[in-house]
């Protein structure tokens, strides 16, 4: 193909600087797949020097090199645009340039002087086929059970904080957006707390399902020059040296062809993105002058020519963050659709979008958590207006009937009066019994009382 310059100080060689200079933006592969891609190499120099494939001093130069990329401190060498080849090809040889280079001078050796071969030594076993579909899934692995499913514990924990601290606390409940039958602050904040559980007990699963590398399958999943054994030596490997649990797929077919369990975990993301939508849009609501339910903690000023206006930013900045993992599952999504026979050709995409909709949904719970739910207060106002709801009327459908109920439910609303005043005005039923029918407690019920319990269901 000719001659390419490359930077004198660059770590990457030739294959990396032929990729990049057709690049078109400035995106780039995830650098949490970059480390896993590194983590990947590490483990497999140390299997194939175990194996004799590798001389000693040469593999550890290479581990060494490797755990360096791991903890990003060569992030900088990494230029391949993320719209390249599907395969994820040209950053996949970023890595092994920079590894065998740097490799090389570990051995004392120039680099770019062939002492670590980038093909021979560091990719033995390995093909870009298999590795990059591994290093994504070990990407999301490590980012959803170090970052993600710790946010949504926190956010769950606090959930049921809110939940026991305000369980006293009633206010009209809402359908349609109208007023309904009563219900307490705790029960809302216990049903958000079972919310965001639900999405923690499906993400673990879609995650544990990543924990399947494609490692093994090389070229086209068949295996083509990898030693027996070497996958799964080196999926243990990888949990000795890094801490994360993988395992070697047993279906390298499959997993090569498709994006499969990162497209599942796409999707279960997605799902809780979409009820956390719902629960923070909830907050926003009931913080608003529209109902006023609820105080937020005053962040920041809220408009450049409205003096007072305090606005609920962490609220909205969480719902965009929503709404693009929205967009971010239909990117992969749609990758997933172009496995053409053996191999996926969107996987840099998809790995995009992917960890950013873990990341996002990270950090929103967090800030949700800390700038909104940990110094939200209930407003008394709202324990006075459930006496005034004309819905409490359907309390007393089983002693006066519905169309009696209904009508005084209208009347209440026409007239602004509480339920009790008015059937204790028309002798409806004797007061003691209105009292008992209408007692909010009661109306409420105990529902969502037990932490423990809502945890479980």
Same mark, same amino acid.
């Given at each position: 193909?000719?001659?390419v310059?490359?930077p004198?100080a ?7 600087a032929?990729a ?10 995830p650098?949490?797949?970059v480390?896993?891609?590194a ?5 497999a120099?140390?299997?194939n020097?175990?194996?004799?494939r ?15 990329v ?8 990494f ?7 599907g395969?994820?090809t ?13 490799a090389?001078?570990l051995?004392g050796?120039?680099?770019g002087?062939?002492?670590?071969h980038?093909?021979d030594?560091?990719n ?5 086929n *298999?590795?990059?579909?591994?290093a ?9 059970e170090q970052r993600?499913?710790?946010a ?5 924990a ?5 939940a026991d601290r305000?369980?006293d606390d009633?206010?009209n ?18 049903g ?11 993400i673990a699963?879609?995650?544990d ?6 490692l093994g399958g090389?070229?086209?999943g ?6 027996p ?7 243990a490997?990888?949990g000795?040296?890094?801490?994360v649990?993988?395992?070697e797929?047993?279906h ?14 796409s999707g279960?993301?997605?799902t809780?993105?979409m ?13 608003s002058d529209?109902?006023?339910q609820?105080?937020?903690?005053p962040?920041?000023?809220?408009s ?7 606005n609920?930013?962490v ?5 965009m963050a929503?709404a693009q993992?929205?967009?971010? *599952?239909?990117?992969v999504?749609f ?6 026979f ?9 790995a995009h ?9 990270a ?12 110094g ?11 006496a ?5 009327a ?5 002693d006066?009937g519905?169309?009696?109920?209904a009508e005084?439910?209208r009347?209440a ?5 509480p339920?009790?005043e008015?059937?204790?005005d028309?002798?409806?039923l ?6 008992e029918?209408?007692?909010v407690?009661?109306?409420?019920g105990?529902v969502g009382? *037990?932490r423990?319990?809502a945890?479980?269901?």
């Open positions: 193909m000719g001659a310059p490359v004198e660059a770590l990457y060689g030739a294959e990396t032929r990049a200079a057709w690049s078109f933006t400035r995106h780039r592969l650098l949490p797949t480390h896993a891609i983590q990947i190499k590490a483990a120099a140390r299997v020097a175990a194996a004799g590798l001389p000693a001093e040469l593999a550890r130069a290479i581990e060494g090199a490797s755990i360096e791991a903890s990003g401190q060569h992030d900088r060498e230029v391949v645009d993320l719209f390249q080849t395969s994820g040209s950053s996949h040889m970023n890595a092994n340039e920079v590894i065998a280079n740097r090389s001078e051995l050796a120039r680099r002087s062939g002492t670590v980038a093909h030594h560091v033995l076993g390995q093909s870009s *298999d590795v990059i579909p591994s994504i899934a070990l990407a999301a692995v490590t980012l959803g993600l499913l710790p949504l514990q926190r956010l769950a606090a959930l049921h904080d809110l305000h369980w009633v206010r409940g809402r359908t349609h957006l109208m007023s309904a039958m009563p219900i307490r602050f705790g029960q809302q904040f216990r958000h707390a079972q919310q965001v559980e639900a999405g923690i007990a499906r699963a879609s995650i399902a990543c924990r399947a590398l494609p090389t070229a086209i068949t295996g083509v020059n990898c030693p054994g070497f996958a799964a030596a080196v999926c490997a990888i000795a040296m890094f801490g649990r993988v395992h797929t047993k390298h077919l499959c997993a090569q062809s498709g994006l499969g369990a990162i497209a599942w975990l279960d993301v997605r809780f993105a009820s956390f939508y719902k629960l923070v849009n909830d907050v926003r609501w009931q913080a529209a109902l006023r609820l105080d937020l903690p962040l920041q000023p809220g450049s020519i409205m003096v007072g206006k305090v609920p930013v609220c909205e900045a969480v719902l929503c993992v929205l967009g971010n *599952d239909a990117v999504a990758a997933e659709s172009q496995g053409q053996e191999l996926n050709t969107m996987l840099p995409i998809a979008n992917l960890l950013e909709a873990l990341e996002l949904m950090g929103a719970a967090e800030a949700f958590c800390k700038h909104a739910l940990l939200l207060r209930v407003r008394a106002n709202a324990a006075h207006e459930v005034k709801n004309p819905i409490l359907t309390a007393l459908v089983a006066i519905h169309d009696r109920a005084l439910a009347a609303a026409e007239r602004g009066l339920v009790f008015l059937a204790r028309r002798g409806l004797p007061v003691p019994r209105l009292q029918l209408l007692d407690d009661r109306l409420c105990s009382r *037990d423990d319990a945890s479980r269901g």
